[in-house]
């Protein structure tokens, strides 16, 4: 059981946007940068934003982040079916590190 | 290259220790805390623990206290997972990664492949 709370499960249709959210407390996202990855089966994780809303290079702009209090979301905008694959938030806890549970996009 | 490199698969029995190994380029070894996570089959993202390889400060996640070692050898520029009383739970693919802002404000994010670990009678 995380203290970060992403939703199990999204899903969209090529072209469609879909955002992905995570939502803390106080104690994590409250006060702490949030990054987001990737990760394909039977892979490492990938960086997609750290910072909040920064992208790495070699990231499309097609992927977004904000964060708001102590919420954070990823936005995927153009969806591809490449897209299928599994989200998580990371953020930190006081000197601890926290991933969210994950999110399962399904391109439909 | 820049580059994290696992050690291989292994199997274990229950109640003995697993270590395994993170060879990290010499460029980038005491520049950025080494983390792990542990991965269960078909499970998400377990944060266990980090290392400062520069003063070899640690800080561990309350599920693996009392279990858990981290380590690293600044004369192989490898860091090290020790894991101890293994049970069935822990058969995991286990990474190795490190993160955070470089000297010029670049922010640096690098995985290894990954350790599977299992653990069976």
């Known amino acids: 059981q995380s203290v970060v709370t992403q939703p199990p499960s999204a899903s969209g249709t090529p072209g469609q946007r879909v955002t992905i959210s995570c939502s803390g407390s106080n104690s994590n996202i409250g006060k702490n940068t949030v990054n987001w990855y990737q990760q394909l089966p039977g892979t490492a994780p990938k960086l997609l934003i750290y910072s909040n809303n920064q992208r790495p290079s070699g990231v499309p702009d097609r992927f977004s982040g904000s964060k708001s209090g102590t919420s954070a979301s990823l936005a995927i905008s153009g969806l591809q079916s490449d897209d299928e694959a599994d989200y998580y938030c990371s953020t930190w806890d006081g000197s601890l590190r926290v991933f969210g549970g994950g999110t399962k996009l399904t391109v439909l | 290259e820049v580059q994290l490199v696992q050690s291989g698969a292994e199997a274990k029995k229950p109640g003995t220790t697993m270590k395994i190994a993170c060879s990290i380029s010499?460029?980038?070894?005491?520049?950025?805390?080494v983390h792990w996570v542990q991965q269960a089959p078909g499970k998400g993202l377990q944060w266990m623990g980090l290392i400062d390889p520069t003063d070899d400060f640690t800080t561990y996640t309350e599920k693996f206290q009392g279990r858990i070692t981290i380590t690293a050898d600044r004369s192989t520029h490898t860091v090290y997972l020790e894991l101890t009383s293994l049970r069935s739970e822990d058969s995991a693919l286990y990474f190795c990664?490190?993160?955070?802002?470089?000297?010029?404000?670049?922010?640096?994010?690098?995985w290894g492949r990954g350790t599977l670990i299992t653990v069976s009678s």
């Open positions: 990664s490190v993160a955070g802002f470089g000297s010029n404000n670049t922010y640096f994010d690098l």
């Open positions: 010499a460029n980038i070894f005491t520049t950025y805390f």
